[in-house]
């Protein structure tokens, strides 16, 4: 099992890089085993289609490491926050999207405005006040605009955290807010975006444990 942690890292950080949703080798990835409570965390700064599964770091929820022998990502302790303050998240992703990005470095939060939003992301989209990369402050900033209900967030002049009880959750979160974020932009161009009513909101995340063919 611990094997297929790694390997979901490994995957999803190839996900991410050619999803448009990185550049380089910036961005990172976590995974929760809520089994057992091990973090899995992307090595810091490797080209994420040449890692293996024993690239991979391995910590547990106070920070001790206990597997692997990478530097891991700088952004350890921004993972290793949202898991203790949110435990029914499993999988952290920390994007540098383009258009997600625009909103970010205006420090203007993104207000749920499609019904995709108001399924996928729980809350407006808040941006975290600025602090520099690694940092505990960064960490504390992340969740502080992250909250309890919030399935992302944006980071002052940095990029989007996107959190879910899955990797493919997170990373439907981390589309949705790309495209919200693209659709806002637009919008403002011509008129006034409006956002989802609250009531409406409420309604529209029940959805997604309704939308399909079940299980």
């Not at 611990?2 to 990172?28: F, I």
């Not at 994007?95 to 996928?120: G, M, N, W, Y």
Request: charged share 25%; glycine share 8%.
């Amino acid at each position: 099992m611990d094997e297929n942690y790694k390997e979901l890292l490994v995957q999803a950080g190839k996900r991410m890089l050619h999803s448009g949703l990185t550049v380089e080798t910036w961005g990172n990835i976590s995974l929760r085993d809520p089994r057992s409570g091990r973090i899995y965390l992307t090595p810091s700064g490797m080209d994420y289609d040449w890692c293996t599964p024993e690239d991979m770091v391995v910590f547990d929820l106070d920070g001790n490491l206990l597997e692997g022998t990478r530097k891991p990502t700088c952004e350890r302790e921004l993972h290793l926050r949202i898991y203790r303050e949110r435990p029914e998240v499993n999988a952290v992703l920390h994007t540098h999207p383009i258009d997600s990005l625009v909103f970010a470095c205006l420090r203007e939060d993104i207000p749920l405005i499609i019904d995709e939003a108001a399924q996928a992301l729980g809350d407006v989209v808040r941006v975290a006040q600025y602090a520099l990369p690694g940092t505990t402050e960064l960490a504390e900033n992340c969740m502080a605009a992250l909250g309890r209900r919030a399935n992302a967030c944006l980071l002052q002049s940095h990029g989007a955290v996107c959190v879910g009880d899955s990797i493919d959750r997170a990373f439907r979160v981390a589309t949705v807010l790309e495209m919200t974020a693209k659709v806002y932009y637009m919008t403002r161009t011509i008129g006034t975006p409006v956002p989802i009513a609250p009531e409406h909101i409420e309604i529209m995340k029940g959805y997604v444990n309704t939308y399909g063919q079940g299980r």
